[in-house]
């Protein structure tokens, strides 16, 4: 294991937030998880100190970390494996800490298909069942055939399926137990050997159809929703390489349907979606938006002028800084709609 001692990790998180930790674990091999399994299970205590970070394109510090980051990082081997294929089927697997959408990208290359509307999105292998992410219509859950954890407190190694997973809208079992339970230590991919476009999202299949069709020649389908989804997003969320930011900073809420009746009858625009049930899910953007927080600052970190959603460094802002803010945002959600917004985001 390479082991490091008050380390910044301002390179570590997407928002930039100059936070220190005052130890990290680098994971890059089975070898490498095998000797951290051990060490946690002789040390016990230490357990609770922890805290998985990959890409850091989720997660906001609110100021220096005093326990252990495990730190899944780029594999040794390169992290990505064929495990079989058929006329319809391709299982692949992928360790915790290869990039995300350079895996997107490597299946694409390979014909393996289903993760392109999942293209663009931040961070590592090992955080897509985590946080189940999700974009344009698509899920981790709906192409995750199964993930291997270390069970830190049994010291044990073992894999979940699926439905073991308990994947829920941007939740997981992972996020039940949190990292004092189980480690992600790879992820087996159930893909497809055919290509089928997944347009599911209005705003996509709107991109999607205005495609030239002499772009259309010189790229495979494939390639060309990755890119599709990829302008899309960019047209909506900064690039964190310039602006740093978390991507969405808050959970879109489920709310009942007597709920979203009574706010579509006092805004009769509300953007929302049903959600089965009689139940609404309500665009927290929108919401945000409303209340006049859409590319407002507060001190040195602000909300997205393209997306109230988003928010943003403008300088060299602090955790705190970023949690003053959402919290002024939840409150005043609150107030106008009566509906509590919660972040998507960890606050560490």
Request: with cysteine.
């Given at each position: ?136 219509g698509k899920e981790a859950k ?22 073991e997973c308990h994947f829920g ?91 979203y009746r009574r706010i579509k ?84």
């Open positions: 294991m390479n082991v490091l001692h008050d380390i910044s990790l301002k390179q570590y998180n997407t928002f930039g937030i100059d936070s220190v930790a005052k130890h990290m674990v680098a994971l890059r091999c089975s070898t490498d998880y095998d000797d951290f399994a051990d060490y946690i299970s002789q040390n016990m205590q230490m357990l609770d100190t922890l805290f998985v970070l990959g890409g850091g394109s989720n997660v906001v510090f609110s100021g220096d970390y005093n326990g252990i980051i495990v730190h899944p990082a780029d594999p040794i081997d390169g992290g990505i494996k064929l495990l079989s294929r058929d006329e319809d089927i391709c299982m692949v697997e992928a360790r915790a800490g290869v990039v995300w959408d350079d895996f997107v990208s490597f299946c694409i290359r390979n014909g393996w298909h289903g993760l392109e509307n999942l293209a663009g999105i931040p961070g590592t292998v090992g955080a897509s069942p985590v946080q189940n992410i999700g974009a344009y709906d192409v995750i055939d199964r993930v291997h954890v270390y069970d830190l407190q049994q010291n044990s190694q073992c894999w979940l399926e699926n439905k809208y941007r939740h997981s079992v992972f996020k039940e137990f949190g990292v004092t339970r189980y480690l992600v230590d790879r992820v087996v991919f159930r893909l497809t050997s055919h290509f089928v476009p997944d347009l599911s999202y209005k705003g996509l299949e709107e991109a999607w159809n205005s495609i030239d069709e002499h772009e259309r020649e010189f790229v495979d389908d494939a390639t060309l929703m990755a890119m599709t989804v990829r302008k899309v997003r960019k047209s909506k969320l900064p690039d964190t390489a310039v602006i740093g930011s978390a991507g969405s900073f808050f959970k879109n809420p489920v709310v009942d349907g007597e709920i009858e006092r805004y009769p625009n509300v953007v929302a979606f049903p959600a089965g049930d009689d139940k609404y899910k309500i665009s927290a953007g929108w919401m945000i938006e409303q209340c006049g927080w859409k590319g407002r600052n507060m001190g040195e970190v602000g909300v997205y002028e393209k997306q109230a959603l988003v928010l943003v460094n403008r300088g060299n802002c602090k955790g705190h800084d970023v949690v003053a803010l959402s919290e002024a945002i939840i409150n005043d959600v609150n107030t106008s709609f009566g509906i509590k917004l919660y972040p998507e985001v960890i606050i560490i």
